[in-house]
Structure formats: structure tokens, C-alpha cells
């Protein structure tokens, strides 16, 4: 309730940085990106480096509470880890105005939310394996340094027309061992700290490329994706075991293994 009132109180107070002001002395705000549950997101012009980057400034309801302080110091923190090109680079951080912020490399692109909604984009079967086996890869590195991304969602990955890339690790957190099951309090499969937290997000990404192609109609009782998509056999296999209605994969090769069985990629 209290995380519900602070949210209500930073809707009506917070205001995004506006248009050309600068931060820290050194970056000047092109655009706002937009907002998420941890930070508003800017596009700015970095004076000294004469770069564009992308700048996080944690939200007040966040900057409140200790948690929410620590979670965009653990996202810097494994932001800074990762060296790999399916990934923002992580530059700098520092504080302005009280709000800590960090810069991460630009990622020239469009979302898989902006393809579907905005553009209309429409996504076959083998496509849709295809985006997710070509995300498999960072996602198999982030598992590798014992990091799960827990937040795949459409918004979250970017294509810049022949590359995916893989976006805010606000939810990140390192785990000890894949057989590791950290319970959240909601108990929701997304927010565990294991593999088949990643694996469950990318099932629900794979079901949203999918319902792209799917027409809606008013006349019609709501069913099962199962029952709407007309995708085949094997595929609704794999998407169940990513939602764990099936037994659940065990890490990211076995996922990549069924993909190619399927469509020979």
C-alpha cells in the first residue's frame, strides 16, 4: 500500500527534465525517453565527449526508500560488469539536483513494443524463433556471469533492423547456482532469482510477437493462446515449457537446441 501511495505522490510531483537543460554541467537533454518503476530516461548530448547518450535519473518514490536507492546501485553495478554488444555500454554516474543518474551507451533502434503497436509490424512463427533464438545469446552471457535479467518484455528489446539488444537491468540481480529458486513475496514466475524467471519473460516476449499476426474479434469467447494461435505443435511445446506448464528448460542451450530442431536456423 505504502509503494502504491509513494507512486501516486511522484506521478503528481515529479516532473522529467525538460528540453536542452543540463545536467551536472555536461549533459544537455535532447529528449525524455521516457519513464519506468525505477527511472525517467533521457536522450542527451554529452558536452565533453560530443556523444549521445542515454541518461537514467532514479524517480523520487524510488529515491525515498533505501531498497529503491540500492536497486540503481546494484543496476549500474551490473551494468558496468557486462562487456557485450547485445548490451548498452555503461559510461559514467554522479548526482544532480540530489538525483543519481548514470549514462549508458545510445541504442539506435525500435523496440519490439514500438514494431507491434506503433508500426503495425506483423511477426510469422519462424520470425518470431528466430528474434528469440538470436536473443538467447546475451541472455545466455548474462546467465553465464550468474545474472538474471528478470524484465524481458517486448519494451525491453531493441532491433536496429538486423541486430536485437537486450535493455534495463533495473529488475537484474546476481544469483548463486541454476538451481537456485528465490521466492518473491508476490511468488510470480518473472520475479524469481533463477533461470526460469528469464525463461518465463521470454515465453510471454514469444507469445507477444506471435498475437501480431493475430486478428481480434469482438464475436468470438476469449480462449487460450493455444487455441487462437495457429502456430504448430512444436512450437506450442516450447512456449509451454518457457511458461513452466511443461517441465521447465534448464539453461539457455536447450531452448536454442529445440529452436533449430524446429526451424533448422
Known sequence: MMKK????????LEKPFPKNELIAERYQVITHLGAGGYGHSYLVYDLESGQKKVLKALRLHKRLIRSG?????????LLDSIDHPSFPRYFEGGNYKNIPFYTMEFIAGMNFEQLIFSEGRKISEKEAFQIVHELLTPLEYLHNLKIVHRDIRIPNVITDGSNVKLIDLGLGRHFHQENDVVKTKENHLRKEINLQADFYGLGHFLLFLLYSN?????NIHEKSWEEELKISNQAKHIIRRLLQIEPAYENCAEIRAEIINLYLI
Request: proline share 0%.
Open 69 to 77: 536507492r540500492r536497486s540503481f546501485e546494484l543496476e549500474k553495478e
Open 5 to 12: 501511495i509513494a507512486l501516486l505522490i511522484s506521478n503528481l
Open 214 to 218: 493475430f486478428t481480434f474479434s469482438k
